[in-house]
């Protein structure tokens, strides 16, 4: 569709894995900020004439 | 010409819960600009849409007099996401106004005679408007006997309790006030749906007595054929619809019912103008 | 075609005459020429109207939904499936149904009068589920390559992808002809028209608009037959299967998923197995 | 209508324009007037604001939504205000800035113009005047281009309209070979043929006969002679909504497509603490437009809503006005409708009915 694969991301993580969990997010973050702010599906002021 | 889509913008003057089940709330707004309240003229049964910037408008009949001065009076039910907003709200708060909207109760040409007003639920609201004006002692004297039937629920929701213990105690306005049920054993009005009341309080019709109607949909269904007994002619029997509006000036389209728009032709028409036009629901 | 539509009437006419179906739900002729209307015959006087031609291109599956009475239901290949994922989402039952399976060899584009996109690759050509077929079973293409188009927009960067879509939806007029075509899209009410909270804005904003159609497709992704309802009803001839499709071979290559094709067995989106694909789960 | 004729018998001046001088003349235009007109996007025309140098393609049929965007687009701005306390305006509307400048429609169809003049009297009532609709009419020029060669679902000539027709318009051009001939029929219209600098006089002896045979042309029609007589109950109550209304999905195609719809759809939008009070096109064909905010709907049936379409069209409008049914015949609804609901074969039935007595 056009958004930036390291955008979304699926993790199989248990309520018992607490340090995974933090883990994980972690990484996310990371990856996300790398590819910087998304500009795509971000609606600005609504376009109307 | 100024934009008939700008509201007024009002600040909130007093907030008062209307119901025991606190459903309803009564808004009091003051004018900001000065010169606004003029411009807002309007008579009892007219509307106004009431606008929240970042929220949406809603139509809502005004619940004050055109006699009562220096403020304007909502009460408002709680159901959709403006109104849910609107009962959120604080004292000083600032929205708008936008009316006065559609037409009102004739009440110049009900000028000398008897009028008996039946309402139920939320629906009294323009009804208090109406009631407010008769009473006004500039008005009283120029209409006949005035009968007010009004039910709720039960006792806690009641609107305007204050007011309707006032208004028993006149002799120049007959209350017969209802609930459908009660198990307080102090109630000391009627028990009974409106219609059943309406049957056994209500003036016999004549040449000279007019009905104004107001309510949910089953009351007026189960009225109209009561009126209709008791010889109400359609010509007399007054009454006010509520559809889904959004402009409030019939240019918008939804409230358009066979040739009539509802915001601008209405809200208010005869049960004679009614039979001309399709009851949606059905 | 005139073999076909003989024996569509015949049933009909059988099937009303006997009281086996309360009424048949066909195509009558058209008032343009490339136009079929979708009908619903009641009495066996008026099977006279049926009609069946190269523009019988709209799902009659989606008339379906949720209806009570007996209904006889004209189906090709794609209809066929789409009354599978009907019955299968429980929105309408096998017993209630007599299906007269017309075997396809596709509908013609409304515009061009040539052969439709969709039908040009089908592989489900016969009816996968009747009661009687209208003719001798056609043979089904083997040698297609289905997702040419699919692949090539797969092979694009980001951006790319990013402003092919831009530029697909752009004439969109969010008419949702798209949506109200589909048989798979029978929500009471839909996430565009979620009010409560709103989730969509309803502007004409390229963000909302695209923000409905992929989320449309996802709804579909595993239920989709391909069947072209969908750019068939469009009006802006918008190329709408490119994202539909993209998730129907998805499905295709991550479950080896074919929508509709049979009652035993539900979409894979919503089962579970223990060897479902999670090699995209980190 | 006697006095609209008058009127331009007044101001109605005759100008032949060679069409090697329209380019340059349109290009004049371009310091007084935005102009708007049919483009073709990949196999259809619609009507769009030319960009600088560009030219209104007039080689089509009619474009496919009809031209009313120009004066009615589809989202249109009304306030913005602030959700910002420390603001000293906050949740207050304020007015947008709109750029009312002159602008003209350059090719538009007569029948799309007439639409126009039926819109009017919506927006423009003895109560009420919508300032966004009139200030952007009023700005408006409308140039029309007569159809000498009407499709095969126009039927303008059977609702009060025509290929040639005039209603709604401030100049008519006429194709005549190598040249137009231009009615210039308003003041607005003679200003913008002056402003391209279109001054030879012509001479419209031969428009009669192009618009006989243009008219001739057209073979389908729209039956609504005995509508004005029906009582409206009686076709409300009509057994003929259900098979009308079986094939309908319930889409906005008809409503948005349609020339003569006008209905829309207030909304406020937020970002962060600034918002947008807008208007959007609205359709009578989606459950929505007339849910309550209980919950309640009264016209949740897809039968109810197909019905409040054409008996708006055909009767409500037909009884409010008294100035004809609400359509054009442009055919629009008629090619695009998903699932082919005619207008003509709905107005045959509902003209057709006699209710039991």
């Known amino acids: ?49 | 010409m100024e934009n008939p889509y700008k509201a007024y913008p009002v600040r909130i003057d007093s907030i008062d819960v209307a119901t025991q089940d606190k459903s309803l709330r009564t808004f009091k707004f003051v004018f900001l600009n000065e010169g606004d309240e003029e411009k807002f003229a309007y008579e009892s049964g007219q509307f106004a849409e009431l606008s929240i910037p970042g929220k949406g408008e809603i139509p809502i009949g005004i619940a004050s007099s055109p006699t009562e001065k220096g403020f304007v009076k909502f009460t408002v039910f709680r159901t959709g996401l403006v109104t849910n907003h609107l009962h959120n709200m604080k004292v000083g708060d600032i929205m708008g106004v936008r009316g006065p909207l559609g037409n009102s109760y004739p009440l110049k040409d009900l000028e000398g005679k008897n009028i008996v007003i039946i309402g139920a639920g939320f629906a009294f609201t323009t009804l208090r408007s109406t009631i407010v004006y008769l009473l006004d002692p500039k008005n009283r004297s120029r209409f006949g006997n005035i009968d007010v039937i009004y039910g709720a629920r039960n006792p806690g929701m009641i609107l305007y309790k204050d007011e309707l213990t006032v208004w028993e105690k006149r002799d120049d306005i007959n209350m017969h006030i209802t609930v459908d049920s009660t198990d307080d054993p102090s109630w000391t009005y009627h028990t009974g749906f409106v219609p059943t009341i309406t049957e056994t309080q209500a003036p016999k019709a004549d040449e000279n007595t007019y009905a104004i109607m107001c309510g949910p949909p089953m009351m007026l269904k189960f009225t109209k054929p009561v009126l209709d007994k008791l010889g109400y002619s359609h010509d007399k029997i007054i009454m006010s619809l509520e559809n889904r509006m959004k402009c409030g000036i019939g240019i918008c389209g939804r409230c358009n019912i066979g040739k009539e728009l509802i915001c601008k032709d209405g809200p208010v028409f005869t049960l004679e103008q009614l039979k001309h036009m399709p009851e949606e629901d059905t | 075609m005139d073999a076909y539509i003989t024996k569509i009437k015949e049933i009909s006419e059988r099937l009303l005459k006997d009281g086996t179906v309360e009424a048949v739900i066909g195509f009558r002729q058209g008032t343009v020429p490339t136009m079929s209307e979708p009908c619903m015959i009641k009495r066996s006087d008026d099977v006279k109207d049926l009609v069946w031609d190269s523009n019988c291109r709209i799902n009659l599956c989606n008339y379906l939904t949720n209806r009570k009475e007996k209904l006889a239901i004209v189906a090709k290949g794609c209809d066929s499936r789409n009354i599978v994922t009907h019955i299968i989402e429980n929105k309408i039952k096998r017993d209630q149904l007599f299906i007269i399976g017309v075997p396809c060899k596709g509908m013609n584009d409304k515009n061009t009068g040539e052969l439709q996109d969709n039908c040009g690759t089908c592989t489900h050509r016969n009816p996968v589920i009747y009661d009687e077929l209208v003719g001798d079973l056609v043979e089904e293409q083997t040698d297609v390559d289905k997702y040419a188009d699919v692949k090539k927009v797969e092979a694009l960067s980001s951006d790319e992808k990013w402003n092919f879509f831009n530029d697909l939806y752009s004439s969109c007029t969010r008419c949702h002809a798209c949506r109200n075509a589909c048989p798979l899209c029978y929500c009471p009410t839909c996430f565009v028209d979620e009010s409560k909270p709103q989730w969509v804005g309803k502007a004409d904003d390229a963000v909302d608009i695209r923000t409905y159609h992929f989320l449309r497709a996802y709804h579909c992704a595993g239920r989709c037959t391909d069947c072209g309802s969908c750019e068939a009803a469009c009006p802006q001839n918008i190329k709408v299967r490119q994202m539909t499709k993209k998730l129907e071979k998805d499905c295709s290559e991550l479950y080896g998923w074919e929508a509709g094709l049979t009652l035993d067995e539900r979409p894979p989106l919503d089962t579970f197995k223990v060897d479902d694909r999670e090699d995209f789960i980190k | 209508m006697n006095e609209t004729l008058s009127i331009r018998a007044n101001i109605m001046k005759v100008i032949n324009i060679d069409k090697e001088k329209w380019a340059s003349g349109v290009e004049s235009l371009t310091s007084t007037y935005r102009l708007f007109g049919p483009v073709k996007e990949d196999d259809s025309h619609n009507f769009k604001e030319l960009k600088k140098g560009e030219l209104p393609d007039l080689a089509y049929g009619n474009s496919k939504l009809s031209p009313k965007s120009a004066v009615f687009p589809p989202s249109e701005a009304m306030f913005t205000y602030s959700l910002d306390e420390k603001n000293e305006n906050h949740h207050i509307l304020n007015d947008v800035k709109k750029d009312y400048s002159p602008r003209a429609v350059l090719g538009i169809r007569p029948c799309d113009a007439k639409a126009v003049s039926l819109v009017r009297m919506n927006f423009d009532t003895k109560e009420y005047r919508d300032p966004y609709w009139m200030d952007a009419f009023e700005a408006t020029t409308f140039v029309g281009l007569a159809c000498d060669n009407p499709c095969s679902t126009c039927f303008c000539t059977s609702t009060g309209c025509g290929p040639f027709s005039e209603e709604g318009l401030d100049v008519l051009l006429v194709e005549n070979g190598n040249a137009y001939i231009a009615k210039a029929l308003t003041a607005k219209g003679e200003k913008l043929m002056d402003a391209a600098g279109f001054k030879t006089a012509g001479d419209d002896s031969a428009i009669a006969a192009k618009k006989a045979a243009a008219e001739a042309k057209i073979t389908a029609s729209i039956e609504t002679d005995k509508l004005s007589e029906k009582v409206i109950m009686d076709l409300y109550d009509a057994p003929i909504w259900d098979d009308i209304s079986f094939s309908c999905i319930n889409c906005c195609t008809c409503t948005y497509a349609c020339p003569t719809c006008w209905c829309f759809d207030i909304q406020d939008e937020n970002k962060g603490l600034s918002g947008v009070r807008m208007r959007n096109w609205d359709s009578c064909m989606t459950p929505l437009f007339t849910m309550h905010g209980s919950g309640h709907n009264p016209r949740s049936q897809k039968k109810q809503r197909v019905r409040q379409r054409f008996m708006h069209k055909l009767k409500y409008f037909l009884d409010k006005y008294q100035k004809g049914i609400m359509c054009v015949g442009c055919g629009r609804c008629v090619q695009q409708c998903p699932v082919n609901i005619d207008i003509r074969t709905v107005s045959k039935k509902m003209n057709d009915y006699v209710a039991a007595s």
């Open chain 1, 1 to 49: 569709m056009g958004v930036e694969p390291g955008r979304l991301q699926f993790s199989w993580i248990s309520s018992a894995e607490s340090t995974k969990f933090v883990d994980v997010v972690k990484q996310v973050t990371e990856s996300v900020k790398e590819l910087g702010p998304n500009e795509k599906f971000i609606k600005k002021t609504v376009k109307v004439s």
